[in-house]
């Protein structure tokens, strides 16, 4: 990776400060559970929509 130091000079990072750059774990897994749980939810939107609109239309239909 290249980064720009303070005097505006690039510089090429070698391996020791390469992982200053990634993401820790825990914060990884944090990140990961947090969208599981807006999938969940949306899922679970959508199906309560679908479980409750079909018997809308049903009943608007026969009149």
Same mark, same amino acid.
């Given at each position: 990776?290249?980064?720009?130091? =303070?005097?505006?000079? $690039?510089?090429?990072?070698?391996?020791?400060?390469? #992982?200053?750059? !990634? !993401?820790?774990? =825990?914060? $990884?897994?944090?990140?990961?559970?947090?969208?599981?749980?807006?999938?969940?939810?949306?899922?679970? $939107?959508?199906?309560? =929509?679908?479980?409750?609109?079909?018997? #809308? $239309?049903?009943? =608007?239909?026969?009149?």
């Amino acid at each position: 990776m290249i980064s720009i130091n =303070d005097a505006g000079q $690039l510089q090429q990072n070698n391996a020791q400060n390469f #992982r200053e750059g !990634m !993401m820790p774990a =825990d914060a $990884l897994l944090v990140t990961v559970i947090v969208v599981a749980i807006f999938v969940v939810f949306g899922v679970t $939107l959508a199906w309560a =929509d679908r479980q409750t609109s079909s018997h #809308r $239309l049903d009943s =608007d239909s026969k009149r």
